[in-house]
Nanobody, 123 residues
Framework: QGQPVESGGGSVEAGGSLKLTCATS????????MAWFRQAPGKEREGIAT???????AYADAVKGRFTISKDNAKATLYLQMNSLKPEDTAMYYC?????????????????WGQGTQVTVSS
């Protein structure tokens, strides 16, 4: 089975922006609810944004107002625009189809995780 392929991470200063991309052309669950997750060192992986099949979007409180999730079905691609980045946003970022379209920590997902993309925010 195909996996999502995340890209677009990097190192930025606090207040900066990054746009993450998740290519899902070979991911069997791309038409399910899709979500962005992140995992900081020593912490559990947490869901931060969801995009339901009907277009409903939800965000974790920690990123609300700063991050924007979007999806281009024609390109089979999920995006995460991240603005006003903070040092606490430093983490490995992943996309996947969660089991249950909810913002939560430790969510199971359909299929396999991708490799992720590292975001590092310096103060």
């Amino acid at each position: 089975q195909g996996q999502p392929v995340e890209s677009g991470g990097g190192s930025v200063e606090a207040g900066g922006s990054l746009k993450l991309t998740c290519a899902t052309s070979t991911y069997p669950y791309k038409h399910f609810c899709m979500a962005w997750f992140r995992q900081a060192p020593g912490k559990e992986r947490e869901g931060i944004a969801t995009f339901a099949p009907d277009g409903t979007i939800a965000y974790a409180d920690a990123v609300k107002g700063r991050f924007t999730i979007s999806k281009d079905n024609a390109k089979a691609t999920l995006y995460l625009q991240m603005n006003s980045l903070k040092p606490e946003d430093t983490a490995m970022y992943y996309c996947a189809a969660p089991v249950g379209c909810r913002i939560r920590t430790g969510s199971a997902v359909f299929g396999a995780w991708g490799q992720g993309t590292q975001v590092t925010v310096s103060s």
